[in-house]
């Protein structure tokens, strides 16, 4: 293997117009992997097959041993939030994946038949129930099958449960990576980024560059902490813990372009079957990270799981940054050399 | 991102809350029901998971990172203050202004590291240089300046080494300007919604600032007849940093939210009223002693009080969704809109 980068490709790649932002075909060539580098990997989390079972979680914490929190990052502490099955509250230091639960209902209101007068009580209801099974569950409900996973009706309402197993994206453009000073955030062969322990000294700045709020520092040790897609694992030849563990396989691990055409084909099957607002997350290169490493299937905006809607790298305004400072630095040294010019004593 | 089109949400509301219980409230007690492509519209509203942030809010400490900012710019203009009037034969500002940029550079030091997570590993900051970290180059900038500043300071206090002095003063000097601005790139090379956006301005707003304060610190502390540069540096400081600031405050639309409303707001109100006071004390004092002092004092406590503004402000935008989602929410929009014109 050859020399392993920590430095951003931005003044060192060999495509002068993707160095900060856009697609990159070969993200661990251009940091300096030879040829013979193995293929990009990452997640697809298809959510609409997710059963909120966080066998993902549990499977990374043990393999990972991360240390035990609460759902704001405090140590030792056990944490209950009120928020439908979460727990877990966030990605975080010691949360690799978290499982997120969204309770949501809607009224029925498309025009179908109905009993009764127009507007009077009854005038929501379906003339025909759903066929049962159990009570309240369709008989459509099996996730393979039914055409709108996680949902079901009951009265007037229509009730759904969405739930989404969340994880670091291993952006193409990662701004952890490129606003580490010590160099301890690196690219690994995989293209996944991780975190070198031995390095960090805990300066904090990956955590706010982090457009998605996945790096974190962990309390009472300084460092910071994220997913590394098991870089351990993956160098043995294993899969990630939590795409081994899932029983569904709502996370599915695999080469990137593979994942990616999983997921389109996906797309286009629950769009024949009506799901509405079915929709992919981090796939597409073009996006204002270059396309995520770990991308997603959701069935409602993405704000709606905690996610940025239109997330973009910082460093993509970079330049005008740093010229913004140097003509910053100009006029200082402009302004305070011409208080002194001109004037004698 | 492939949205279903025509189908923004479909009408899932979150089944708890507030929100939600008011809008149930509302359908009951209307008795009407609602006409069709009517509620939905009406009800669109900004959500988010829980209330959480999206972003992770800064770990960075108060008072450490907004000292370590004020500390940083004052030592910067400090140390080219001091060595122009060195150059131009001013020894009495040339020592209160060299003193000030050693003093100031070794607690900014000492702040950024108190602040790290692992201090003792604080020298790996110097394992590589990346121009891509806004925090790599300013260690490169930090370390050199503090080293030279110091030793400047130090051979004014020991009044020896005249030639030494001269020249690691000089090198202060040229690092003095980008120390003033770096600080800027370091806050807005982040997510966070309030410092990212005004990429722009606060390069201008930190160099005034730290104009303003570096001058004012040596109006203080430097004999009237010696320190009429001095003078002239804070008051224009001062006036860049009032116009970068007013910009930041209003030109960003929701994201300049932050800067005016709750603690950020009620302590950039106070750094406004220190800047302008002290501007007022140190244009009206002429050679008279104690209105400088005065004048000089609240230039450096403007300064400091807009740096603990602006750290606050963008805490605030980190910790709130609303921040994050509605600008990138309108961005998005924009765009497939602009998508939709090419289209057509």
């Not at chain 1, 899969?239 to 396989?249: F, K, L, V």
């Not at chain 2, 004052?74 to 050693?102: D, I, K, N, V």
């Not at chain 2, 003063?169 to 770096?182: K, Q, S």
Request: net charge neutral; charged share 20%; proline share 7%.
């Amino acid at each position: 293997m050859t020399t392993i980068s920590s430095a951003s490709t931005a003044f060192s790649g060999d495509d002068p117009r993707n160095r900060l932002f856009g697609p990159v075909p070969d993200v661990a060539g251009e940091r300096g992997y030879g040829e013979d580098h193995p293929p990009r990997v990452g997640f697809f989390t298809d959510t609409s097959v997710c059963i909120g079972c966080k066998a993902c979680e549990v499977a990374c914490k043990e393999w990972n041993t991360l240390p035990m929190d609460d759902a704001e990052g405090n140590r030792a502490q056990l944490g209950l939030t009120g928020a439908s099955y979460d727990n877990t509250g966030m990605l975080g230091a010691n949360s690799w994946r978290h499982v997120a639960f969204v309770e949501q209902s809607r009224a029925v209101d498309l025009p179908m038949p109905t009993v009764g007068a127009p507007g009077s009580a009854g005038g929501q209801r379906p003339l025909e129930d759903p066929p049962v099974v159990h009570p309240g569950v369709p008989a459509s409900s099996t996730t393979a099958e039914q055409s709108a996973p996680q949902q079901t009706s009951s009265g007037d309402r229509e009730i759904r449960w969405l739930m989404s197993s969340d994880v670091c994206k291993h952006c193409t453009h990662a701004a952890c990576l490129d606003v580490c000073p010590t160099g301890s955030l690196f690219r690994t062969e995989f293209g996944s980024v991780v975190v070198q322990e031995d390095i960090c000294n805990g300066c904090g700045y990956c955590v706010p560059a982090c457009p998605y709020g996945v790096i974190d520092q962990r309390q009472d040790d300084g460092r910071v902490f994220k997913c590394t897609l098991c870089y351990d694992r993956l160098t043995d030849g294993l899969q990630p813990a939590c795409a081994s563990a899932c029983p569904t396989e709502s996370i599915q691990f695999g080469d990137l372009d593979e994942l990616r055409a999983r997921a389109d084909a996906r797309l286009a099957a629950l769009q024949d079957k009506g799901v509405e607002g079915a929709r992919l997350y981090g796939h597409d290169e073009d996006d204002g990270v270059g396309g995520a490493g770990a991308f997603f299937l959701l069935l409602d905006e993405p704000e709606v799981y905690g996610l940025p809607p239109d997330p973009v790298v910082t460093t993509r305004d970079l330049p005008s940054m740093w010229r913004h400072v140097a003509a910053g630095a100009a006029m200082v040294v402009g302004l305070v050399a011409s208080a002194f010019a001109g004037r004698r004593r | 991102m492939t949205a279903a089109e025509g189908l923004p949400g479909a009408g899932w509301r979150r089944a708890d809350g507030p929100p939600a219980q008011d809008r149930e409230r509302r359908r009951r007690s209307g008795g009407r029901p609602p006409r069709p492509g009517e509620s939905l519209v009406g009800e669109a509203e900004f959500t988010s998971y829980y209330g959480r942030p999206v972003i992770k809010p800064p770990v960075w400490k108060t008072p450490d990172v907004p000292l370590y900012l004020f500390l940083g710019g004052a030592a910067g203009t400090s140390a080219l203050l001091g060595t122009m009037a060195e150059l131009t034969g001013r020894p009495a500002l040339s020592r209160a202004a060299h003193l000030a940029a050693g003093g100031g550079a070794l607690t900014s030091v000492g702040f950024l590291i108190h602040d790290l997570g692992r201090p003792a590993r604080f020298l790996n900051m110097l394992r590589v240089f990346k121009p891509t970290s806004p925090l790599s180059v300013g260690s490169w900038v930090l370390a050199p300046f503090s080293a030279l500043a110091t030793a400047t300071a130090g051979a004014h206090l020991l009044g020896r080494f005249p030639r030494l002095r001269l020249l690691t003063g000089l090198g202060a000097a040229a690092l003095g300007g980008p120390m003033t601005t770096y600080t800027a790139a370091l806050l807005a090379d982040t997510a966070v919604p309030s410092w990212h956006e005004a990429h722009r301005e606060l390069p201008f707003a930190f160099a005034g600032s730290a104009m303003a304060a570096g001058g004012g610190i040596a109006v203080a502390s430097s004999p009237a007849e010696e320190a009429g540069p001095a003078r002239q540096v804070a008051v224009t400081g001062a006036l860049v940093d009032l116009v970068a600031m007013h910009r930041i405050e209003h030109g960003h639309g929701l994201v300049s939210e932050p800067y005016r409303t709750g603690r950020a707001g009620r302590l950039l109100q106070a750094a406004r009223a220190c800047t302008v006071t002290g501007t007022a004390l140190t244009l009206a004092a002429g050679r008279r002693r104690v209105p400088a002092l005065l004048g000089g004092a609240l230039l450096a406590a403007g300064s400091v009080l807009t740096r603990f503004g602006v750290f606050d402000a963008g805490m605030a935008s980190a910790r709130d969704p609303r921040y994050t989602v509605e600008p990138q929410r309108a961005r998005a929009a924009e765009r497939d809109a602009a998508a939709a014109g090419t289209r057509s």
